[in-house]
Structures are given as structure tokens and as C-alpha cells.
């Protein structure tokens, strides 16, 4: 069974780091595109980063570029982000995901989710 198990979220100051990490068991992970998504009280979920099986290459949402690195570690069935640089509008729910679709697919689309961890960014 696929499965992710999320860790690394937490409570940080403005202008505080983090880094999530996400660790797939259950499947051949290095088979996936793996994106990380976000979703605030009332809003909906969206993909602020996404690394590619096949190139390696990353995307970034306009709302975290220049802040947020993703990468991944086949080897170890896990992928990261790091986040700095953090403002209160970071404050969501995180996720990791994956499949084999295009990393700009919306997050309807995505077939294999993490349970989340939240992330709470206040002074």
C-alpha cells in the first residue's frame, strides 16, 4: 500500500526555517513525480512545488520562488522541503504527493497523499 508519512512541520517566528520531509513507503518511489502542496483555513489546496522522476527538474509557485527548495532522495524514499524566509501567509496545512502526471496538474488529479503537517508561521 502507498503511503507517505510527513514530519517537519511546526510552529516559527517570520523570517524562520523549516524543512519538511516526506517518506514513501509501499511503492517504487523513484516512479513519480512528487509535488508538495498547501491548503489554509478556507482556501483551496494548491502546488507550490513539484520535482520531476524523470529530468530532476523543479517548479515553484510564484508565492514561495526564491524561498522554498524542493528535492528528493530516491534512495531513501524521500523527498524535502525547505522552506525559509517564512511569512504568516505560509501558514497552511502541508502535503506531499505523488503520480505519474505533469507537475502542473491540479490537485484533484494527484492519486497518492500524505496525512499533512501543519505549519504555523506567527510572531
Known amino acids: 500500500q502507498l503511503q507517505f508519512v510527513e514530519s517537519g512541520g511546526g510552529s516559527v517566528q517570520p523570517g524562520g526555517s523549516l524543512r519538511l520531509s516526506c517518506v514513501a513507503t509501499?511503492?517504487?518511489?523513484?516512479?513519480?513525480?512528487i509535488g508538495w502542496f498547501r491548503q489554509a483555513p478556507g482556501k483551496e489546496r494548491e502546488v507550490i512545488s513539484c520535482?520531476?522522476?524523470?529530468?530532476?527538474?523543479?517548479t515553484y509557485a510564484d508565492s514561495v520562488k526564491g524561498r522554498f527548495t524542493i528535492s528528493r532522495d530516491n534512495a531513501e524514499n524521500t523527498v524535502y522541503l525547505q522552506m525559509n524566509s517564512l511569512k504568516p501567509e505560509d501558514t497552511a496545512v502541508y502535503y506531499c504527493?505523488?503520480?505519474?502526471?505533469?507537475?502542473?496538474?491540479?490537485?484533484?488529479?494527484?492519486?497518492?497523499w500524505g496525512q499533512g503537517t501543519q505549519v504555523t508561521v506567527s510572531s
Open positions: 509501499g511503492f517504487t518511489f523513484d516512479h513519480y513525480n
Open positions: 504527493a505523488a503520480d505519474n502526471i505533469p507537475c502542473d496538474s491540479g490537485s484533484r488529479y494527484w492519486s497518492y
Open positions: 520535482i520531476s522522476v524523470s529530468s530532476g527538474s523543479t
